[in-house]
């Protein structure tokens, strides 16, 4: 093998940063770093076994590569190699694609690494890219564990990380060590700054194990109709908590840009929503433009949501509609949906048809809708409208009287269980009429025709 000597004039090894106890192992000259490919040793960048001797299990050693690019090779990386006859590798290569430049590659020193290192010292390798500093950063200059609710990692650029299903930003791997103290019911927050549905019809993020393959440990949630920035939630269930203590984990995903992820413990948890609270809100006053397929995932509400906030035979959850258009549909409407598979309806479609804006769309919850939703949770779902706000409001809370419902007392409009409307503002005594057997949304209460 072709090997290449660089011998530019260097920062000398092991000299003190100015972070104490961080050693600059080694600086390039120039910012603009050193160009390696698989055959190139930096000769001034090797560390010999007597600078390793005080070394311990758990420091790290920091590569930072100043550029890289993927027209030499599509997967640009860096890696620790032993400098002994055939360049044996230490710490196996770590891929840079979509990382932000300049990169800071950490690798880890367990006992072989470390047993490796005394015996035959290292140098950083690679291809592709431009290596500009080598660091050592020993246990005690670790940062401490972020703390619950801190956060876990965050973006240099606040446009974030661009991520596909080949990515792994290695800033944000959570170590097993690291998780030692997560909880069952602690949440993982993934902040999304953007997505690209032109890239993937289904952008998404999951959480995943670092070992081989990347297992998924927290499966992929769709970013389509979500508000920018997004921030996706994840819980922390028994089985989850025990891989990321054995494994640890880090956010993946394919069309979208991550700027942060957060730990927050049940704790920091904001209190539920009392009767009356509101239960989602649009970060936009103009709302959140939905149809047929749309599914607003901050306005998810859990099963133990709805037990939790001791929910109510006669209480109801009113849907605020910023603006509806008759351009896209004829019939803008608004329904409550279940989040389990087919997305079935729990309160029939309400038609905003010559209701001023903004609308408030009121559902009352009876006994068969309040064991749905303390069974599969709800939504608010609907099309031709923006929704920018979703409220609980109980028997005794102030202000139901001004809600309006979107059709008189005396008119209600008959679907199918599906949500297909079979009849418009009819007479509710004689709604029934001609319908074939099977189950029926008549105004809001389900009705079984045989």
């Not at 090894?13 to 050693?23: F, H, I």
């Not at 991520?163 to 944000?172: F, L, P, R, S, V």
């Not at 309006?404 to 409009?413: K, M, R, W």
Request: hydrophobic content about 40%.
């Amino acid at each position: 093998m072709m090997r290449t000597f660089i011998s530019a004039a260097v920062i000398a090894a092991s000299v003190l940063s100015a972070n104490a106890g961080t050693k600059v192992l080694w600086e390039s000259e120039t910012p603009e770093g050193v160009q390696i490919d698989w055959g190139t040793m930096i000769h001034e960048a090797v560390i010999t076994p007597e600078q390793c001797a005080d070394y311990k299990v758990g420091d790290k050693v920091l590569v930072t590569v100043a550029h890289y690019d993927t027209t030499l090779d599509a997967w640009p990386q860096v890696r620790l190699t032993s400098p002994v006859d055939g360049w044996p590798v230490i710490c196996p290569a770590q891929v840079l694609n979509d990382m932000a430049e300049p990169a800071v590659i950490t690798f880890e020193i367990d006992e072989d690494v470390l047993e490796v290192m005394q015996e035959e010292g290292f140098f950083p390798s690679g291809n592709a890219c431009w290596l500009s500093k080598m660091e050592l950063v020993t246990e005690g200059d670790e940062p401490e564990e972020p703390a619950a609710g801190n956060v876990l990692w965050k973006s240099e650029n606040p446009e974030g990380v661009q991520i596909d299903w080949g990515t792994m930003i290695h800033e944000a791997v959570i170590t097993p060590e690291q998780c030692a103290n997560y909880k069952v019911g602690d949440k993982v927050l993934v902040t999304v700054a953007h997505y690209d549905t032109t890239l993937d019809a289904w952008p998404q993020v999951r959480l995943t194990s670092p070992v081989d393959g990347w297992p998924v440990i927290c499966p992929a949630q769709v970013l389509n109709d979500m508000a920018e920035p997004a921030v996706i939630t994840f819980e922390i269930d028994e089985d989850v908590l025990e891989v990321m203590q054995e494994e640890g984990f880090f956010p993946s995903g394919n069309a979208c840009w991550l700027s942060k992820m957060e730990l927050v413990t049940e704790g920091d948890e904001p209190e539920e929503p009392a009767a009356g609270n509101v239960l989602w809100r649009s970060e936009s006053p103009e709302g959140i433009l939905i149809d047929w397929g749309t599914m607003i995932h901050e306005a998810v509400i859990a099963p133990e949501q709805c037990v939790d906030y001791d929910y109510k035979v006669g209480d109801a959850i009113a849907v605020t509609v910023a603006h509806y258009d008759m351009s896209i549909s004829d019939w803008p409407q608004v329904r409550i949906t279940s989040p389990i598979d087919g997305w079935p309806v729990i309160c029939a479609p309400q038609l905003l048809n010559d209701m001023p804006e903004p609308a408030v769309i009121k559902f009352e919850i009876d006994e068969d809708v309040l064991e749905v939703m303390q069974e599969e949770g709800f939504f608010p779902s609907g099309n031709a409208c923006w929704l920018s706000k979703m409220e609980y409001i109980s028997n005794s809370a102030d202000g139901v009287e001004n809600i309006e419902l979107g059709e008189s007392a005396t008119t209600v409009n008959v679907y199918t269980i599906q949500g297909i409307l079979v009849k418009k503002a009819v007479n509710a005594a004689e709604a029934t009429c001609g319908l074939n057997p099977g189950m029926y949304i008549i105004g809001n209460k389900k009705v079984c025709i045989r």
